[in-house]
C-alpha cells in the first residue's frame, strides 16, 4: 500500500475529483489516500445525465453482468490485483482477510447468477420483454416503476454490495454512495461493471458528505440505505428508501431438539464473518435451561485467536482502539443485568500492529422479553435466553434472519405468518446461509418492479 | 458633529487614516448629541470607557458582541441621533434571517444602501441596460430591495417571485428535508415563467436555486441565451459547485458572488482575481465593514490562509456593530494593504460527518 490512494467519483462523464475530499485512513489512523466529496450540484446532474442515458437491453445487461463477474475476481482494477484489493480492504477497515475474499467471492456469484435470480422474482404471469409471444395472447410485461436506483452503502463488509446489482439487472441505472470507512469495493465493482460493458452514465459512483447524501435519496426513484437504527428512524416512513437497518437474527431451539448436535451451527450463525453481517445471530432462545448452551458457546467462540485483519487465519474485525473502547463501554451499558459468561470484561484486545480486536461477548438473559435480545453489535455479541411455548412469537419478532429448530409444524406455520420475520431457516441451517436466487429481505424486484397488462395483434411487431 | 473622515467616499477621495477612523466613529456613537439611545444606554453597562479605550481596530474587540439585543430593541433606538438631512433618510428596515430563535432588526439608510450597493459596481461596469429577475427572499430582508435598486442602475425594471425562506424552514423542521421541494419547485415554476417570456438580463439568486435552475435543461437553454450576469448570495457556494456552473452550466457568463448579512447591514464583493488555489476571495468595504476569522475555541485571530469562524463587523456612523460572530467558517485571505481585518474565502458551514458514534446495528 505504498501509493497515495484517491477515490474519486465515477460520473457519467468520466471519474471527477472534487476540491471537497476527505481522508482515507488506516486502522492506525495513519493517511493512505483520499476520497473525493462531490457536491449536491454535481450529484443532481449525475442523475439527469442518468436520465437521459439510454437503457442498456436486457440480454446484454445480463452478458454484462456474468462479464463483470469475471473482472471483478480477476482484473486489475483501479490499479489493484484481486490479492492486493482484498489486502487493502482488510488493512484499511479491520475486516478480516478471509472475509473479504469470501463476501468478494459472494458479489461474484451474485453478478453470475442475476440471469437466474431474476426469472425467479419475476411473477409467473409476466414476460420479461414486451416481444415475447404470450404477449399476443394477453399477458403481464414486468416492467420498471423508476429508472434510477442510488445505494447508500456501508463498510462493514464487501457483502454489503451483494444486493444492489439486482437492480442493474431489472434495467435501473444505479447511483453508488460508497463507504467512506470501505469505499474500495463499491470502487471496484462499478470498475468492473463499467468495463464489462454498462456505460457510465447507467452506473456512477458518487461519494458524498452526509447532507448530499439526502439529495441522492431525493433525487433517485429509489434508495437502499445501509445503517443503524437511526437510519431507519430517519428514513423507514419514506416509501421510495429501503432500509437496511439491524438485521436481529435469532435462533430459538425448542426441546425436541438437542442443542449439542447443533453447536457448530449456532457458533456458525454467531461468529460467520466475523460477526459483522446483519445476518449473524445477536440473540438465542432455548426451550428449557439456556445456560448449558450459553456456557458452550463461551467457550467456543472464546477460542478463537485475536489476529491482524490481514492474517489469513482471522476471524474477528479489527478496528481503531478508540472506536473498539466505545463499542466496550456501550456493551456494558446496554448489557445491564445480563449475566456475563463471556467478554464481560472487556471485548477490546489491542493489537501491536495498530487497532484492536472486538472480542466475542456472550451474556445470559433471564427472560424471553429482556430488551438485551434486541440489541446487535458489529462483532460476535450474542444474548442468549430462555423461550417456552406460552411466550409465543413475539421474542422473535423483528428478526432479518431466525432459524427455527424445532419440528413444530404448527410453530413453523406461525413464524412464517409473522410479516417481521424476513427469512426462516429451519433445521441445520445457520442463520448466515445465503444463496444467490434467494431473497435475502425479499427480491428488489418486489419494489422495484411492477406488472402491466399487454394485448397485442401481431402485426408489424417483430418476431418474439 | 460629524467628523468628515466618517462620511462616505466619493470617487478619488483618498483613504482614510484608520486610526483616525475608529477614533471618530467611537467619539459620534458615544457622544451625547450623535450616539444611538441604543449605544448611549448601553454604554453605561460596558466595562470600559470606549471613548477612552478604543482608539484602533484591534480596540473594538473590547466591546461585546450585542446583536442578539437587536431582537427586542425598538429601531428607533437604534438610530443615531446626529444623522441628520440626506444621511437621515431611512430605505428600510431588514431583518436576519430567524433561523435561530426570533429575527434581529437593522436600520438601513439610504445612502448607506446606495454605497453597500455600489460595492461591487465594477462587476457590472459594461453590462449596460438590462431587466434584473431576482428569485431571492423580500419581505424583511434586504435581498429584495438590493435586487430592485439593482434594477434601477441598469435603467431596467426588477421581475420578482415571492419566497419566504422561514417558512421553507418550518417545513425542513417538521417533516424532513425533502418537505421543501414542492416549495422550492413552485418558486422556479414562477422564474421560469419569467425568463421564458421577458427579458432578463441580470439574474440575481441563492446557491441552492440556481442548483434547482441547473436542473431544468429548459431553463439552463433560457439563461445561457439572455442573462449576461448571474449574481448569487444569500447562502454559500463551495469551490466545487462554483466551478461546475462556471465551466459546464453557465459557460461565459459572470458568475459573481455577495458574502454577506443584514447583521452588518452589507457585503462583501468577489475579488476580480481568484487566489492562486481558484478559490474566489471576498473582500468587505473597509473600514466601513471587516471581517475577522477567529479560532473557535480561543476566539484568537487565525493567520492567513487558516481556517476559522467568522467575525463581522459595521463602522459607520449610521450604526455600530461590532464583533458579530457568525456561524460561517472560512478561510482568512490577506486583505488589500491598509484594510481592516482580512478578507475571507471558501466560506460555509461547518462540515458534518457521518462518523458519529452509532454503535447498534452491524453498519
Redesign the interface.
Known sequence: MGEFLHIDALGPTGPYR???R?PLTSLSGAPIGEISQ?????V??TV?AMRAAPVVPGAQRLDALDRAAELFATASLGGLGWDEYTELVSTASGVPNAVVRQSADWIADVLRSQRHTVELAMPRGAVGDWRDARTRDGSAVWTRRGEVFAVHA?G?TPA?HGLWPEALALGYKVLVRPS??EPYTAFRLVEALRQAGFPPATLTLLPT???V??VI??EADYTIV??????VD?YGA?PTVLT????RSKILVTADVDWREKIDIIVDSISHLG????T?ASAVLVEGDPEPLARALAERLGRIPSLPADHPDAILTVAPTA?VV??DQ?LHKVAGDARPLLGGDTIVDELPSGGAVLRPAVHLVDSSRAPQLG????FPCVWVGPWQPADGIAPLRDSLVLTAMTIRAELIDALLDEPSITNLYLGDNPTTWLRPGIPHDGYLGEVLMRTKGMIRTAAGSSAA | MSSPVLDLPRVGDPAVDPDEYVAALIHWHFTASTGSPFWLRRARSLDFDPIADVRTFADLRLFPNVVDEFRDVPVEDLIPRGLAGEDRVIAGVYESGGTTGAPKRFVMFDRWMEFALGWDEIHYADLGPANVLAVAPSGPHMFGEFAARRARRHDGVRFTVDLDPRWIRRLIERDGPGAADLYAEHIIDQAAHILATQAVGILITTPPLLERMARRDDLVELIRKNVRFICWSGAHMDADSREIFQAEVFPGIPLKGLYGSTTILGMSRERAQEADSGLAVFDPPSPYIAFRVVDPTTGDDVAFGDRGQVVMNHLTKYALIPNNLERDHALAVEPPPGWFGCSVADVGPVATFDDHAVIEGVY
Open positions: 472534487s476540491r471537497n476527505r462531490v457536491p449536491s450540484l454535481y443532481r446532474r439527469a456501508a462493514n454489503v467512506a470507512r458528505d452526509h447532507d447524501a439526502d435519496i431525493a445501509y445503517g443503524g437504527q437511526d437510519v430517519k419514506i437496511q437497518g439491524p438485521g460477526g459483522t453481517a446483519c449473524c472506536s466505545e463499542v456501550y440489541v446487535e453489535l458489529p
